[in-house]
């Protein structure tokens, strides 16, 4: 069974507006991580934003935040005032830490290829 | 922040040749790393976890006599791709888990290895 879900193949936004990313996700763990990641063309992974699943409220990291919404195991990731560098492809990636033995193993979602217009 | 160092970015070689892949952290001291396989347009597989003095452990599927895992020193671990064929082409990624508290440190990546068997 799929663990992490990314519904959007790609996204197109306008310069300076907003965006959201959908991401689901699917574990019988109570304890895990839920981390976004952007790679540009160039092949790098970029860590932008984590949320655990105890934490209580939304994580915001600059531009970026989190729309965690448990009960539904949703962690979609917003990205206010767009900028033409945000153009990359967007992983939603989750940690289980009972399944995960241990070794902090993240699981990808397929991605979401984001494309900022001027 | 914590940096994670990944040689060579670009290999081209003849099918039949053995291929080693260097991941090494530069900043802090990583137990574990992580080996992952990412085909165009696709999302990242793990392959292995290695962890230091003892042996990796495998995704199911995949050859561990294929995708040899060293993780000689607490900086470095090692991915040796052996007898590549042109099937083995792909863009390899390491990564680390970053030092202090467990529950909230991101896996950070080395820029990749795109690797081309002719």
């Known amino acids: 069974a799929q663990k992490i879900t990314q519904t959007q193949p790609g996204m197109f936004v306008q310069e300076k507006e907003a965006v959201t990313l959908d991401c689901t996700y699917d574990?019988?763990?109570?304890?895990?991580?839920l981390f976004w990641y952007k790679q540009p063309s160039s092949g790098e992974m970029i860590f932008l934003i984590y949320q655990g699943s105890y934490d209580q409220q939304n994580a915001t990291e600059g531009r970026y935040s989190l729309n965690f919404q448990k009960a539904r195991k949703s962690a979609n990731l917003v990205i206010s005032a767009s900028q033409l560098g945000d153009s990359a492809m967007y992983f939603c990636?989750?940690?289980?830490?009972?399944?995960?033995?241990?070794?902090?193993?993240?699981?990808f979602g397929a991605g979401t290829r984001l494309a900022v217009h001027p | 922040g914590a940096v994670v160092s990944q040689h060579p970015s670009w290999v081209i070689c003849k099918s039949g040749t053995s291929v080693k892949i260097e991941c090494r952290s530069l900043d802090f001291q990583a137990t574990t790393m992580f080996w992952y396989r990412q085909f165009p347009k696709q999302s990242l597989m793990l392959m292995a976890t290695?962890?230091?003095?003892?042996?990796?452990?495998?995704e199911q599927g995949v050859e561990k006599d294929k995708f040899l895992i060293n993780h000689a020193s607490l900086t470095l671990s090692t991915l040796t791709v052996t007898s590549a064929h042109p099937e083995d082409s792909s863009f390899y990624i390491c990564s680390a888990r970053g030092p202090g508290p467990y529950s909230n440190q991101p896996q950070h990546f080395g820029d990749g290895t795109r690797l081309s068997i002719l």
């Open positions: 290695s962890n230091e003095g003892s042996k990796a452990t495998y």
């Open positions: 990636a989750m940690r289980e830490d009972e399944f995960s033995g241990g070794y902090n193993k993240l699981i």
């Open positions: 574990t019988s763990d109570p304890s895990y991580g």
